[in-house]
Nanobody, 123 residues
Framework: QVQLAESGGGLVQAGGSLRLSCAASGRTFRIYTTGWFRQAPGKEREFVAGIRWSGGSTYGDSVKGRFTISRDNAPNTVYLYLNSLEPEDTAVYYC?????????????????WGQGTQVTVSS
């Protein structure tokens, strides 16, 4: 079993930056692909970025070149760096893990989810 806790969301102006953190409990976390998804009001949940246990990463088309995902296996944390933020990036951002596939951009591939953290970008 893995539990996830996101942090780092907030209100930022367009063009600004944020760092989201996803802290995980459970030793098996290290073998999984971990991803970030986001959901804006009235929209479906969208894949943002994923990182493999070995460090390889993949990104959704809308964030390529602006967001960076990284992981630190000690202490079991995955980060999402959000740069050049746009109002369209406003959403609840969710961390998810438990996927044993790569690349892994579909919600159903992830077994464990955090509660989400709100990111709001003002124009």
């Amino acid at each position: 079993q893995v539990q996830l806790a996101e942090s780092g969301g907030g209100l930022v102006q367009a063009g600004g930056s944020l760092r989201l953190s996803c802290a995980a409990s459970g030793r098996t976390f290290r073998i999984y692909t971990t991803g970030w998804f986001r959901q804006a009001p009235g929209k479906e949940r969208e894949f943002v970025a994923g990182i493999r246990w070995s460090g390889g990463s993949t990104y959704g088309d809308s964030v390529k070149g602006r967001f960076t995902i990284s992981r630190d296996n000690a202490p079991n944390t995955v980060y999402l760096y959000l740069n050049s933020l746009e109002p369209e990036d406003t959403a609840v951002y969710y961390c998810a893990t438990g996927s044993l596939t790569w690349p892994s951009s579909r919600e159903e591939e992830y077994a464990y989810w955090g509660q989400g953290t709100q990111v709001t970008v003002s124009s």
